[in-house]
Every structure is written in C-alpha cells, then in structure tokens.
RNA sequence: GCCCCUGUGGCGCAGUCCGGUUAGCGCAGUGGACUUUUAAUCCAUUGGUCCUGGGUUCGAAUCCCAGCGGGGGCACCA
C-alpha cells in the first residue's frame, strides 16, 4: 500500500470498552442500528469464503468485526490484512448469531501496514528480553503488562491528587547537581561544553527541596526521576522514580502518619481495600502501622540487645554471629544498622516503620530529641523492603557542617558513596530551615506493591538493558 | 564483580541428560476450499549461521573451553 493512501487523520466515534458498556445487553443476532468508527490493530482474523471475522484490539481492549462479502468494501483485500495491521473501520454495532458483538464492516481503510509479523497470537511473547527491548510489542500481546502501566499512571496521578489537596505544592529541581547528595550513592557524571563543567545526575533532589522550605515554600513535593550508579536487579534500576516532599513545621511522627494515610488511600482507590495480595501472600496495609526501633527489632529477632553503647568488640561478635560482614571502619552505628538489614528487614512482612536510627548513618536527619546517638529518622518496611525513608530534618547547619565533614573523611577513606560539603546548601540553612519534616518514596518499588509485581523491570516501561547489536 | 540457569526459522516450543541420516511441531507467511467464526477449520507449502569462536570426535544443536546476550541469586544499593 502506497504511504499516500494512508489518510493524514482519522476520527473514531467509539472504543471497543465503550461498545462493550453500551450495547453488551442487546440480544444475539440483531443490529442496532447505529453505526460508529473504531480504529485499532487487527490481531485475529477468520476468513471462510465469502465471510470474514476480525478481531480489533484498541486501547480499551478487543471487539469482532463481521465482514460479509456482500457488505464489505474490496473484501477481497480485507481478507488479505495482515495481522498487527492498523485499521480504521465503520459500520453498524451488531451482535452475530452466536452472541459476539461486532462491529459490521461497512467501510475500512488502513492506518498503518504491519512489516514486520507480530508474535504468536496465542502464546503472545514469553522472552522477557525481547518483551523489554521491545515494550511497544509487549504492550499488545501481553495484557498483564498494559494494564500495570495503567495502574502506574493512575496511582502517580491519585499521588498528586492527594498531595494537592494537602496543600503540597509540586515543584521541579535541577537534574544536573554540581554535587551530588541527599543519598549515599555513586552517581553518574556528565559534563557541560559551554560551561566547561562536570555535572552528576542527581541521586535525590532532597537537598534542592529543602532550600525551597528555607525559601518559605512550606510544603512542596517533587516526583521525578532519580539516577545512581549501581547495581541492577529485581528491585533497582539505574535510573528510578523518587517522590519526596517536605513539610515545614512537622516532625517524622507527622510524615509517618503521612505514609500511612496516603498508602492507604492508594490501595482502597486500587482495591477497595487495605488489605492486598502481593507474592501470593496477604498484608494488611490499613493504618496506623507498626511502629518500632532499629534496636528492637533486633532483640526481638536474634535475643541479643545492643546499644550504642555495647563494646565494639561484642558487637562485631554479634555480627559475624550472624553471617553479617563487617569491616574495620564501621562504628557502632553501622554495625547496627548492617544486623538490622541483614537480619530483620527482609523477614518484615506487613509495614513497620523502623524508627531511631544511628546518627552515624543519617547525615542529613536531626538528632533524637531523647535518645544521644540516634536520629528522628524512619524506613517504612514492607513485603521485606524499604519503601520509604524519611526522618525530622537536620536544621541546625553547624551540625551540618560536622556531619558533612565527617562525611567527607569517610569519603577519603575509601567509601566513594559518602556525601560531600554542600557550601550553598549549609549557606541556605544558615539563613534559617524551619522545623521540616522530610520524606522519600520509591514510586517504583510502590507500584511493585500494589501491582503484585515481582520485579521492577515490570513497572518500568524501558528498563536499563545493555544497547543492542544490530 | 562472583555464582547458577539459559540462548533452536518472525513468535511459542520439542530435540541436548545418554553425540549418529535431509533438525521436528504449532502459530504467523504463501497457494487452495469455506457465509456465523471465537487461538476458526481442512488440504498443500516457503522459511533454520541450532548465539559466536575455538576444541574433542569418523561424526556436534547435543560433550568441553572461551566470549556475547538474557534471566535468577549473592555482593553492591545506608
């Protein structure tokens, strides 16, 4: 077909989802008599003589059409479509005698040829490369994975709805960071010609949001894309999608009340429950949720208590114990951070907020108003996996400076995922950072959640693959 | 980075363990029959560097080694 015959624009009156909600009742073997103009891919079809059937699959799913011979335009080359083609048809709504509705075609025109042959149309693509690589087949012959892009979308909007009617305002912050920081995380670098100057892709905006809370925007949010240099796998891509907000004059057990709330929100909208099914298994995602410290859990995991306190000495011990590595560097701190994960985390099955953890890990969360050593900081924990963090904000910016500092040091000694000085960044909280209470979501990983996914490849329309060979 | 699994026409699979003619099957494609099909059916038929490169062997899709792609796990990701 020459490329000229193909119209420039074409306008469909219907849907095959708005057929089926409209016309689904009427009796087998009879015709509306209304005509509408559906547009699609043709995915099945079933000639016999002087008879034809297709079957039409559009972004609201799959209708018949019924082409008899006598009716249908140059039936001869109808019945020479390939499957996968775009198609454009008009006709009555009708219902064969066998109870399909169907669109009769009455006139039909091509939209797009099909070059290339689609995939099985019964088994569709089983190979996760090629359903990867190429998402725009995928998206046809696998309905699971159209429909988790649909829910993503919908749940990122239900998100911004929700935050809005908090008052939260959505802003945009640089992607380009002259320094990386908010994570412990390697970035990716790039480098600006004009400029002359090397820029990193930011591994979290928190830093940027927390100079517009200096610059008296009490509650923004930022939902957007994130990139660090690590590892891929089921639950990381390079590249992923970060929500974080900020509220001025709250403190963490204000965010946690925020978590809870708004995954509630999220699952009855998707559900109409709060109580979900991920990995075959139940969880109750109804607040408030568990609340419970780092130390605690681990005492009520291994029986062993630690504190700050406990000689290094033993609590390497514990450690190993435990199949946990440690290295020299880590302090008391660390050491407890690392038996949490390896230990506890994973087993977390419904959501816990793990709360209080080490000063010596959180450079960015403001000191326990009780306990010394200890932040106001929480992960919330669900299905084994941490799916927020979020703590009371740092505020004063001459500890800033200090745990900016001893960042640094540990970045000299060899950790290259430790933070650096960010002079501007202490500049806008020697001006004064309000009380804030701060919070980061992995959209990705929540999508996982309520989509009763697996791995993070599913949620994520292209996910990072080495660039093929051709 | 390490370990395990995997790679067969466009797609979905068998054959590989235990080496043995021209590597099979289904879908799609091509030619034919068919006016109520539903993955339509029936008849015929085209299409393959068995991921790549070495090696073992009289003989390799099959066994061995290396590489490449993909999947999973570990590590990393506070």
């Known amino acids: 077909m020459p490329e000229t015959a193909i119209p420039y624009r074409f306008e469909p009156t219907a849907t095959s989802g708005q057929l089926r909600a409209d016309f689904d009742s009427i009796d087998d073997g009879t015709e509306t008599g209304k005509t509408v103009t559906i547009a699609g891919r043709l995915m099945l079809r079933r000639v016999q003589g002087k008879l034809a059937f297709g079957t039409l699959q559009d972004s609201a799913g799959r209708i018949q059409l019924f082409a008899p011979g006598k009716v249908t335009p140059d039936f001869a080359d109808f019945c020479e479509l390939s499957l996968g083609d775009w198609i454009g048809v008009t006709g009555e709504v009708m219902k064969t005698r066998k109870g399909e509705l169907s669109v009769k075609v009455e006139q039909w025109t091509v939209l797009a040829k099909a070059q290339r042959p689609f995939p099985d149309k019964f088994h569709g693509l089983s190979d996760a490369e090629i359903r990867y690589r190429q998402r725009y087949m995928d998206l046809w012959v696998t309905p699971e994975s159209r429909e988790v892009f649909v829910l993503r979308s919908k749940i990122v909007s239900l998100i911004r709805r929700w935050l809005e009617d908090r008052d939260f305002m959505e802003v945009e912050t640089p992607i380009f960071h002259p320094i990386p920081g908010g994570a412990a995380a390697r970035p ?3 480098h600006h010609n004009a400029l002359d100057q090397e820029f990193f892709l930011r591994i979290a905006p928190e830093l940027y949001l927390k100079r517009l ?6 509650r923004v949010f930022e939902l957007g894309r994130v990139f660090r240099n690590e590892g891929i796998s089921t639950r990381h891509n390079p590249e992923f999608t970060m929500l974080e907000l900020y509220q001025a004059y709250a403190d963490y057990t204000d965010i946690m009340t925020l978590v809870e709330e708004l995954i509630a929100y999220l699952a009855t909208e998707i559900h109409g429950s709060t109580t979900i099914t991920y990995d075959g298994k139940e969880m109750d995602l109804s607040s408030p949720w568990r609340r419970a410290s780092m130390v605690d859990l681990i005492e009520e995991k291994i029986g062993v208590s630690v504190s700050l306190e406990t000689e290094m000495d033993d609590l390497r011990k514990t450690c ?13 701190g660390k050491l407890i951070l690392e038996l949490y ?3 506890v985390e994973g087993d977390l099955w419904n959501p816990v907020f793990v709360t209080d953890y080490p000063k010596e890990v959180s450079p960015l969360s403001r000191d326990h108003r009780e306990l010394p050593g200890f932040t106001e900081r929480f992960e919330a924990v669900v299905a084994g996996r941490e799916l927020a963090n979020a703590f009371s904000e740092l505020i004063d910016p001459d500890e800033q400076r200090a745990r900016f500092e001893d960042q640094a040091k540990q970045k000299e000694e060899g950790d290259d995922e430790a933070m650096v000085v960010d002079e501007d960044y202490l500049r806008a909280m020697e001006y004064g950072l309000p009380p804030t209470g701060g919070l980061g979501i992995g959209i990705d990983r929540l999508i996982m959640l309520l989509a009763d996914v697996q791995t993070i490849r599913d949620v994520v329309l292209f996910p990072t693959l080495r660039p093929e060979q051709f």
């Not at 809370?213 to 009490?218: C, N």
């Not at 190993?320 to 008391?332: A, Q």
Request: hydrophobic content about 25%; glycine content about 16%.
């Open 188 to 190: 990716f670098a790039t």
């Open 213 to 218: 809370t200096a610059g008296g925007f009490e």
């Open 320 to 332: 190993r114990d435990h199949g946990v590595e440690v290295k020299d560097s880590y302090g008391p």
């Open 341 to 343: 994960e390896k230990t």
